[in-house]
């Protein structure tokens, strides 16, 4: 399975509270929490996210809490991948477990600028910068996780089967 997008790109440390701001918790709806992704480092995330497009921070994305929202709330706005050079562990399972892509490449996540058109190969691990004629390598997706993310996560699949 392949994607390709326009990048938004963050740095070190983005925590779950900036990801998806506590103030907006009393919902579990994905399209409410999508409306207010990132809207506390980048309040035009919103208007200028489109469907497929690719999120690449760099070490440790995710810190903070253990909920599920930050995640749900990246997937729910279009994006179709998060590339980091490290991400918090609770923030990568629990995107895997809602069936969003992540994927751990610190070249990549260096390399890569806001704009950049991207194609990732999830079978091959493989991300390609269009804008700038680059590869990197991350690691596939075990079939396991494959299969997770292709169902939209841990429970459709644990249902599907």
């Keep these: 399975m392949k994607v390709c997008g326009k990048v938004h790109k963050y740095g070190d440390n983005v925590d779950t509270d900036v990801i998806i701001p506590a103030r907006y918790l009393n919902s579990a709806d994905p399209k409410e929490l999508a409306s207010h992704c990132m809207e506390d480092i980048d309040v035009d995330f919103v208007k200028n996210v489109s469907q497929g497009d ?13 909920r599920e929202h930050a995640p749900i709330a990246i997937k729910a706005s279009g994006i179709s ?51 700038k004629n680059l590869t990197f ?24 089967k």
Excluded: W
């Excluded at 690719?54 to 253990?66: D, L, R, T, Y």
């Design 54 to 66: 690719i999120m690449v921070a760099e070490q440790n994305f995710g810190c903070g809490s253990s």
């Design 81 to 131: 991948c998060v590339i980091a050079s490290t991400f918090a562990r609770i923030f990568y399972r629990n995107a895997i477990n809602i069936g969003l892509p992540i994927l751990e490449c610190d070249e990549a996540a260096h390399a890569i600028e806001a704009g950049d058109e991207v194609e990732i190969d999830f079978d091959t691990g493989l991300i390609s910068d269009k804008t």
């Design 137 to 160: 390598q991350a690691q596939p997706f075990p079939d396991f996780i494959k299969d997770i993310i292709n169902e939209g996560g841990l429970l459709n699949s644990i249902k599907n």
